[in-house]
């Protein structure tokens, strides 16, 4: 399939609906959609992006112990939801052997269609880090704030 725009389209207007796609979530509850998303772009972003998104899942309603415990990749501070979440998300963002094992227990939580979701937010959350990245602008690192006060950001296992 070829996609074609039109020149007279703002560029601005790609970027929306880009960032709409982002917000896909059907049948996934909103703290593993969020867990997913958060440790995609903490894989991609050392600070303002990451930022966004923490923002954005305390505004819908992941609590900040949820948030906070996604960023620091501590899994026993997760529930068993977020936790689901967070697996799936980084065995396929380090190309993990044991993705399938993630990817099945996702299947058997919300269907097919939950791995969708889980897909979906995974790959558009790294969408805009990757493009600041390739275009010159991902020159700021910073710490992320959850709930007032600053959370170290572990991007790997120890």
């Known amino acids: 399939m070829v996609v074609t725009h039109s020149l007279r389209e703002p560029p601005g207007s790609r ?4 960032a709409a796609l982002g ?9 593993p959609w969020f867990a997913a998303g958060l440790t995609a772009i903490r894989h991609e972003d050392c600070g303002p992006c990451t930022q966004l998104v923490v923002d954005q899942a ?3 309603g992941m609590p900040g ?3 906070e415990a996604v960023l620091r990749r501590n899994t026993s501070a997760m529930s068993a939801a977020t936790v689901l ?6 065995a396929v963002v ?6 399938d094992e993630y990817r099945e227990a996702v299947r058997a939580q ?3 269609k939950g791995v969708v979701d889980l897909t979906m937010v995974l790959q558009m959350s790294r969408m805009f880090p990757m493009l600041k990245a390739a275009l010159g602008y991902a020159k700021e690192c910073r710490r992320v704030i959850v709930d007032g006060h600053d959370v170290d950001v572990i991007k790997q296992a120890a």
């Not at 979440?85 to 980084?90: N, S």
């Open 15 to 18: 970027f929306s609906r880009a």
């Open 23 to 31: 917000q896909f979530r059907r049948n996934v509850p909103l703290e």
């Open 58 to 60: 305390l505004e819908a």
């Open 65 to 67: 112990d949820q948030v």
């Open 85 to 90: 979440g967070f697996r799936f998300a980084d």
């Open 94 to 99: 380090r190309r993990s052997a044991n993705d």
């Open 110 to 112: 919300w269907g097919d």
